[in-house]
């Protein structure tokens, strides 16, 4: 039992527990409703549900496969991400039922975008071995047009799966596109901000400059070079 561990109880191992058992609770819920699909007859629902815990695993795999270890909240921030776009937005048609979940979903996306385009670029350029000296405003304006960029191409993605195969991902159309990227915007506009904000004075006092300084402590080989010189 977590409460018997021999570790020193304190709010990073009690936060490591929550994400844990909700990254448990969550795949276990795609294998069981795969496997209800099945059950029903709906076979090519229960593949999509499989192919979507398939996606969760991802964090950790590729984690494992570049020796890189992803703090916890962001690998249960993605496995929430996945669940409720993928299994609840698209399985069971949370996008038609409820009109503001596209919404919620892509304010999430921006989120998620920007924090691993600003952790892509700040890895970089902390490196003493990659030639890069970028200033704060630089990375945060990275962050944010890279989370830009990629949900521009979702709405590419969009339009053409739209078109070719008759399908009704842009909903409303226009109207649709445009709310999307306005959150988009939005909400890499607030991470590129608690970035650009961590750069400039090194305190941790969000979640993002948490997970940047557990980012670093987790993966110091990333980081190594350039403390062994300072």
């Known amino acids: ?33 795969s496997v209800s699909m099945f059950w029903q007859g709906q076979y090519q629902s229960a593949v999509e549900i499989l192919v979507i815990l398939a996606i969760t695993m991802l964090p950790i795999l590729l984690g494992q496969r570049f020796s890189v270890r992803i703090p916890h909240g962001f690998e249960t921030l993605a496995v929430v991400f996945v669940f409720m776009s993928l299994f609840l937005g698209e399985v069971y048609s949370y996008y038609t039922r409820y009109w503001w979940w596209d919404l919620i979903l892509h304010s999430g996306s921006a989120f998620l975008l920007g924090i691993l385009g600003f952790l892509l670029v700040f890895v970089l350029n ?23 960029g990629i949900g521009a191409i979702w709405e590419i993605f969009e339009f053409s799966m739209d078109q070719l195969f008759g399908l009704n991902m842009q909903k409303s159309g226009l109207v649709d596109t445009m709310w999307d990227l306005i959150v988009d915007a939005i ?28 980012f670093m402590d987790n993966n110091p080989q990333m980081f190594e070079k350039k403390n062994s010189d300072q």
Do not use: C, Q
């Open 1 to 33: 039992m977590f409460w018997k561990s021999h570790r020193k109880f304190n709010a990073s191992t009690f936060a490591d527990y929550i994400h844990a058992r909700l990254s448990f609770f969550l795949k276990a819920t795609l294998v069981l409703g």
């Open 126 to 148: 902390e490196k003493e071995d990659v030639d890069l000296d970028l200033n704060p405003n630089f990375i945060a304006l990275f962050a944010f047009m890279f989370a830009m």
């Open 187 to 214: 909400g890499a506009l607030i991470i590129s901000f608690l970035g650009w904000g961590y750069i400039k004075t090194r305190e941790v006092d969000s979640f993002l400059e948490r997970w940047i300084k557990e």
